[in-house]
């Protein structure tokens, strides 16, 4: 009996040396560091012991329990990862947590600060476009857009190329608004200006801030242009498309389904075919989404009409930018109206996970308790006719016995960041190991929608152990996520 107690101590010894042998530790991010949005920053560690060859990689309230985002999952345990910053993280403080895929080794990093992105002043010249050509007695838009801190006015001067230069001409404007984003001023070009190329020169009032057009031109015949072997008696009208109409708005009746819709006309003297139309979408972490399309036939005076639907699950600002004749395919009289900029805010879906008791060890006849905790780590409150299902099988003594009758609770709705427990007692009297499966099952329509239903499952097992043999609890959850 001593012999095997002593046995029984040596094995204890070796296994805790063993797990204390394994070990991660985050080295970056920093105590006290400030990572800011939309930057890349390298995610550091180092490891010691047997592991796992995979992690994934989390970020955490400073309270070490509340899940802000999932990082990556998995990626290869070499000791680093690049992170950029999405810009849909509140600012705050949080920690990086690195843990093996199988639960076993994990460590979180000191606190840190998550703030707004650093973004350095600049001016940028949106219209004119280089080779634009623009007619004398009519109003177009100047537009530019800025960046960071500077002032919030501007002067407009206008230069001809002379020789290999350019001359200063005429100041468009003084003095006018400079705010963040997009700013335009209309210009009605003079019909005292010289035939020929010129640039326009924004500059900031009292500071060294500025940008400039390329070369465009300015002329009083750009109605028709000349081609073909005879350029005396050979002249067509061209065509001026322009945006009509465009939409962008929720659809009643469905969760965060967003519809875009837009109407393309031609108010020029001809008719063109293929014209090229491109759709760019800007969402939170770094959404993307780009869609071409071709509209085969416009006719002189005609319009088309073309739409698109798009589910966002993520909460945030999305920024639809649409043009028209995309490649320029076309020669039109002007360029200024053939792009528009649509933005809305969408409130999310919600994200329901499941955390239960890991490995949970009972001796035979003995009542096991399992805890069970359902969380939101979504933007809305979760459906409130979803359900958890609790599974227990046995696998191991006689696996042709049934399985235990299922485990079924209503979910209430959950708010973003909230959870709801729940227990099951159950005894068995030999020993064998229990397979538990844990899910969340919520109806497949629009308001029960999820931003992800491939996390609503976590796996796990009881074990009863033989007749006098120790039991051992980790004390720890396993979650879904």
Not at 6 to 13: C, E, T
Not at 429 to 439: I, Q, T
Not at 447 to 471: F, H, M, Q
Request: hydrophobic share 35%.
């Amino acid at each position: 009996m001593k012999r095997k107690v002593l046995m029984l101590l040596l094995i204890a010894v070796f296994m805790i040396a063993f797990s204390y042998a394994q070990s991660i530790t985050v080295t970056n991010p920093h105590s006290g560091s400030t990572w800011h949005k939309g930057s890349t920053y390298t995610i550091g560690w180092t490891k010691s012991g047997s592991m796992d060859n995979n992690v994934k990689i989390t970020l955490y309230k400073p309270d070490h329990t509340t899940l802000q985002m999932i990082i990556v999952r998995p990626t290869a345990n070499d000791g680093s990862f690049s992170w950029t910053i999405p810009n849909s993280i509140p600012n705050g403080q949080y920690i990086v947590r690195v843990k093996t895929i199988d639960n076993q080794v994990y460590d979180d990093s000191d606190n840190f600060t998550i703030s707004e992105s650093v973004i350095q002043p600049k001016l940028t010249m949106i219209f004119p476009l280089s080779g634009e050509k623009l007619r004398k007695n009519r109003t177009y838009k100047i537009r530019w857009k800025r960046e960071g801190d500077m002032s919030s006015q501007v002067k407009i001067k206008l230069y001809k190329q002379a020789g290999h230069g350019v001359s200063f001409v005429m100041d468009v404007v003084s003095s006018c608004e400079n705010n963040l984003g997009e700013n335009f001023y209309m210009w009605r070009i003079p019909s005292v200006l010289d035939n020929g190329k010129y640039l326009i020169k924004i500059k900031t009032i009292g500071g060294g801030i500025s940008t400039e057009s390329k070369l465009f031109y300015i002329d009083n015949l750009l109605d028709n242009i000349i081609i073909g072997n005879n350029p005396a008696t050979e002249i067509i009208s061209l065509p001026d498309l322009y945006i009509r109409e465009a939409s962008l708005a929720p659809v009643g009746g469905t969760v965060n389904k967003t519809e875009f819709k837009v109407k393309v006309g031609n108010m020029g003297l001809k008719g063109v075919n293929n014209v090229e139309t491109k759709l760019v979408v800007n969402g939170p972490e770094n959404y993307t989404k780009v869609i071409k399309h071709i509209f085969s036939n416009i006719s002189r005076g005609g319009s088309v009409n073309w739409k698109a639907d798009f589910y966002f699950k993520k909460k945030g600002r999305y920024i639809f930018t649409y043009t028209v004749n995309e490649s320029r395919g076309v020669r039109e009289k002007r360029y200024d109206n053939n792009k528009i900029i649509k933005t809305i805010f969408t409130k999310g879906l919600p994200d329901l996970i499941v955390c239960v008791d890991d490995k949970k060890e009972v001796a035979p006849g003995k009542k096991v308790i399992l805890n069970v905790d359902v969380k939101n780590i979504g933007d809305q409150n979760s459906c409130s006719r979803c359900n958890l299902q609790i599974l227990i099988k046995n696998i191991v003594h006689d696996p042709t016995l049934p399985p235990d009758p299922p485990k079924i609770f209503s979910l209430p709705k959950i708010s973003p960041g909230g959870h709801r427990s729940y227990t099951v007692e159950n005894r068995w009297f030999l020993s064998g190991v229990r397979k538990v499966a844990v899910y969340v099952v919520c109806p497949i329509n629009s308001d029960c929608a999820e931003r992800s239903i491939g996390n609503n499952l976590v796996k796990t097992y009881i074990k009863v152990v033989g007749v006098g043999a120790p039991v051992h609890n980790t004390g720890k959850k396993k979650c879904s996520n």
